[in-house]
């Protein structure tokens, strides 16, 4: 049997150490998706609007623009 606690304590040694990576994995995932969010926030407020003319109206009659 000692051989078998043995078995256990590695594997859950090695669960632990899984959980504890995963666990900084997460922590950086939110690191990274709170610089984005700030980023984000940050182009929205220097936000430069450009607005995209009308193309010209016709001056002459409805007849030019009329399929042939």
């Not at 078995?7 to 995932?29: A, C, F």
Request: net charge positive.
């Amino acid at each position: 049997m000692p051989n078998e606690t043995g078995t256990i304590e590695g594997l859950l040694v090695s669960l632990i150490k899984m959980v504890g990576k995963n666990n900084e994995m997460i922590d950086e995932l939110k690191r990274r998706v709170r610089q984005l969010e700030a980023a984000s926030k940050e182009q929205q407020i220097h936000r430069v609007y450009s607005f995209i003319a009308e193309p010209p109206r016709p001056n002459s009659s409805r007849r030019d623009y009329v399929p042939k």
